[in-house]
């Protein structure tokens, strides 16, 4: 094991400690716990998609059909506008 030297300033430092405490472990226990949270080897899946970054062709599908759908939708106008504008 090594030992490091850190320089934290007042404010980080307290929200270590009280972290360390909320977590019922040492600073040391605490920086290791977050390196290790932070080093992910491999990507999740990002949660807005659903797991479904790996089908680009059926997300380009549903977004074709939510703008097709938006176009046509009749209540789908920018408020104040109108389409007689003569």
Known sequence: ME???LELDERTLEKAQWMAKWHE???AELVTKAIEKFAVTEAENYPLLGGW??????????????????????????FGWSQNLE
Request: glycine share 0%; net charge negative.
């Open 3 to 5: 030992k490091i030297e």
């Open 53 to 78: 970054e790996d089908k680009a062709e059926l997300v380009d599908e549903i977004l074709a059909d939510i703008m097709r759908d938006r176009a046509a939708h009749p209540l789908n106008q920018k």
């Open 25 to 27: 472990c040492s600073l």
